[in-house]
């Protein structure tokens, strides 16, 4: 069975930086893709970006492009998800999630992933 536990989330001004982290349970870690989604109050669950089994491939949501950058660390079963110049719109639960494919294929479709998180709360304040 795998584990995905978020964590990193907090309370931050508009401008400000974090950091996610998700650590996975388990042997398989290096050969799946794993993604970010999140959910604000009211809205439905979006997707926020995905990176492949090797990291060398990375799609982000566009509005999250060239402010967040997700990375992996397959030796620590672990992927980030380091967030700049956050904005109020940005507040949510974050969750990762395993892709269902090493590599990624319509990486927005939750249904591609087999594997969830239970989430980290993101607040920021304006």
């Known amino acids: 069975q795998v584990q995905l536990v978020e964590s990193g989330g907090g309370l931050v001004q508009a401008g400000g930086s974090l950091r996610l982290s998700c650590a996975a349970s388990?042997?398989?870690?290096?050969?799946?893709?794993m993604g970010w989604f999140r959910q604000a109050p009211g809205k439905e669950r979006e997707f926020v970006a995905v990176?492949?089994?090797?990291?060398?491939?990375?799609y982000y949501a566009d509005a999250v492009k060239g402010r967040f950058t997700i990375s992996r660390d397959n030796a620590k079963n672990t992927v980030y998800l380091q967030m700049n110049s956050l904005k109020p719109e940005d507040t949510a639960v974050y969750y990762c999630?395993?892709?269902?494919?090493?590599?990624?294929?319509?990486?927005?479709?939750?249904?591609?992933?087999?594997?969830w998180g239970q989430g980290t709360q993101v607040t920021v304040s304006s």
């Open positions: 999630a395993r892709a269902r494919t090493p590599n990624y294929a319509d990486p927005m479709d939750g249904r591609k992933y087999d594997y």
């Open positions: 990176i492949n089994w090797s990291g060398s491939l990375t």
């Open positions: 388990g042997r398989s870690f290096s050969s799946y893709a």
